[in-house]
């Protein structure tokens, strides 16, 4: 009798144990469903929360469980409870070939979350066919230069997850005839599936607004490789004059200047370009008087001084592309001809149209280009010498940024005493954030410390030119290429949004000849008016990929300005006298106001259907115009011409 009730509590614990049993295999797809998990954390909730927020009129309110969760619903429906059951399903009546092909797809679902993972941390969106296509291309061309865009111990964590995951599926027919370990294995993965159900069902009852980024990060990332560029074809059959007047209606101003100072008023000059890294208006304030430093008493004769100056775009090789060409960029220049074009094969510049002159033009560097598109802005934009300061025998002892500048020093010096006419810029990183305490208490003082240590350098630079001679022939240029753009250099930057903070930026020009006021300006002005200013203080016409317009142009007042940020922010904006107005893909949704700053909050989101296709159908014709106008005037340019 003892023995018969023994055997009999055995049947109804193996008849328990079967159905757990059958979800052990769900332990393989657990390591992609924690990646995906991670990804979606680290890359939609970290990046656009306080966005989704302010876009679900949730303003100063903080997110709670269900808002958290709203984000992932999606994925925890579709990855975190259909796809386990899918697995079970196949492991339980699929053969030999269906279970391989689960584990393919367990796979490929790793290598395109480590690629997002990679995509998003770069260039700030989801990897598309032709980025990817562009750099498999660039880095089986460049082997060296590749290792900066893929983390060693990147691979290595990536190799270990594929390993676990191999591991899991293979262990999964031993762990099920294993009652003890595999009955608590498929306890486990059941529970997790109900958990995630739940965490479902959960973010389905937030309040938050669904928007394209809230969607399934998996399925957004799948939909991108899979897809097409966003760039339209509006433009593919204009004339150019067509394109010209297109360009004049969206921007609010003729392409032709009507500048009343004459002509070359720095004709003969030397021009000396000096971007700050990260170089926001709070750190150089040229809205107030500028601080004391003596560079400026060595610089006081004809200063025009920008207190209303932006660039183009968070990023530094978009704002830098816009100060050397003078153009807005477009949706991505990566999806454009620009991502290959080489030093002999030149975008058409101003310091490319004076190296054929005959003016001794350089760029100096303190870091060899690591982005692809930095690459082209430095090496493929006309410098007849492009010098890194990365590597060279000084640089562990006094810095990248510092051999540099020594060598520009040098060069500008030798030409000087040579009375060769010179064209160089300076790009120093020392003010990139994000910035020690050491450097001060708040973020402006220590970005305001940085900006003080350039104006040394400057000074250095300007004390060279004067013992050689000429420098009450140079025209400088001091300016920043972004703000202060990310979180992490500062909790108060409102990414997703197009703002002041990540684009208003200080601009002083120094031109002896010129007989600018020395009066803080207040005129709206942007990056590619440097191009069109300096063109017309050097007595060079204007190329036609330029879309800026000389500072005394009295257009400027009135026209309209564009802001660029798609890709890094999912958002593009601009701002003319009487509005700003901004346009948020990734959220969809629009924002206005009617005095011109760019403050957008939650009290700016447009409810008129009407006004918000306005401003979205602005901002996209201007992208696809950005898209042909590149396409015409920078990649099907003669090169006679470049």
């Given at each position: 009798m003892k023995t018969r009730t023994n055997d009999a509590a055995a049947v109804p614990k193996k008849s328990v144990s079967k159905p757990l049993l059958a979800f052990v295999p769900v332990l393989g797809w657990l390591p992609a469903l924690a990646f995906l998990l991670y990804s979606v954390w680290i890359r939609i909730h970290d990046k656009y929360m306080k966005s989704i927020l302010l876009a679900s009129g949730r303003q100063g309110s903080e997110s709670d469980a269900a808002d958290i969760a709203f984000l992932f619903r999606q994925d925890l429906l579709w990855f975190g409870v259909v796809t386990p059951l899918v697995i079970v399903l196949a492991w339980h009546f699929g053969g030999k070939w269906i279970r391989r092909l689960v584990v393919t797809f367990t796979l490929l679902a790793l290598l395109l979350l480590y690629a997002n993972l990679q995509s998003w941390g770069q260039i700030g969106r989801f990897l598309n066919l032709s980025a990817l296509i562009d750099g498999i291309s660039f880095g089986i061309a460049n082997p060296a230069v590749a290792r900066y865009y893929i983390s060693i111990k990147g691979l290595i964590k990536l190799a270990v997850v594929v390993v676990v995951t191999l591991a899991a599926f293979g262990f999964a027919g031993r762990l099920q005839r294993h009652r003890t370990y595999g009955h608590r294995i498929g306890a486990f993965a059941l529970l997790l599936l109900i958990g995630c159900a739940g965490a479902a069902q959960l973010g389905y009852r937030s309040t938050l607004r669904d928007t394209p980024v809230t969607r399934s990060f998996m399925l957004n990332a799948a939909a991108a490789l899979t897809g097409h560029s966003q760039d339209g074809d509006r433009f593919a059959k204009s004339k150019d004059e067509e394109l010209d007047a297109a360009f004049e209606r969206l921007a609010m101003h003729p392409r032709a200047t009507q500048d009343p100072r004459p002509v070359g008023l720095e004709r003969n000059s030397n021009l000396v370009l000096f971007v700050m890294e990260t170089a926001s208006i709070e750190f150089l304030d040229t809205r107030k008087p500028l601080p004391a430093h003596p560079v400026w008493a060595k610089l006081s004769a004809s200063r025009h001084v920008g207190a209303n100056h932006y660039s183009t775009f968070p990023a530094s090789a978009e704002s830098n592309f816009s100060i050397l060409a003078g153009l807005y960029p477009p949706r991505a220049y990566y999806g454009t001809c620009m991502a290959d074009r080489f030093a002999d094969d030149t975008v058409p510049t101003l310091f490319g149209e004076l190296r054929h002159r005959g003016v001794k033009t350089a760029v100096y560097l303190p870091y060899f280009s690591k982005v692809p598109l930095d690459k082209v802005v430095f090496e493929a934009t006309g410098f007849g010498k492009v010098y890194y300061g990365q590597g060279r025998p000084q640089s562990k002892e006094i810095g990248s940024d510092r051999v540099a500048l020594n060598e520009m020093i040098s060069d500008v010096s030798e030409w000087g005493r040579a009375k060769q006419r010179f064209a160089v810029a300076y790009f120093p990183q020392t003010g990139h954030g994000p910035w020690s305490e050491a450097w001060g208490k708040t973020i402006a003082d220590r970005g305001h410390a940085k900006v003080m240590r350039q104006l040394d350098w400057l000074e250095s630079l300007v004390d060279a030119m004067a013992s050689s001679g000429v420098l009450n022939d140079t025209v400088i240029v001091l300016t920043g290429d972004h703000g202060v753009r990310t979180t992490e250099e500062d909790p108060r930057v409102p990414v997703g949004m197009i703002d002041a903070y990540p684009l208003h930026v200080p601009l002083v020009i120094v031109a002896p000849h010129a007989g600018y006021s020395g009066q803080t300006s207040m005129a709206p002005t942007s990056h590619v008016d440097i191009?069109?200013?300096?063109?017309?203080?050097?007595?060079?016409?204007?190329?036609?990929?330029?879309?800026?317009?000389?500072?005394?142009?009295?257009?400027?007042?009135?026209?309209?300005?564009?802001?660029?940020?798609?890709w890094y922010y999912g958002a593009d904006g601009y701002r003319a006298p009487s509005e700003s107005a901004m346009f948020n893909t990734e959220l969809g949704v629009a924002y206005w106001r009617q005095d011109g700053l760019l403050d957008f909050g939650s009290a700016n989101i447009v409810a008129d259907l009407q006004k918000e296709a306005r401003i979205r159908d602005t901002l996209s014709e201007m992208l696809d115009l950005q898209s042909e106008w590149i396409k015409r005037r920078v990649c099907q340019l003669p090169a006679a011409l470049h």
């Open positions: 191009p069109a200013e300096l063109s017309h203080l050097l007595g060079v016409a204007p190329h036609p990929v330029g879309q800026g317009l000389p500072l005394q142009d009295p257009a400027i007042a009135s026209r309209r300005q564009f802001f660029m940020a798609n």
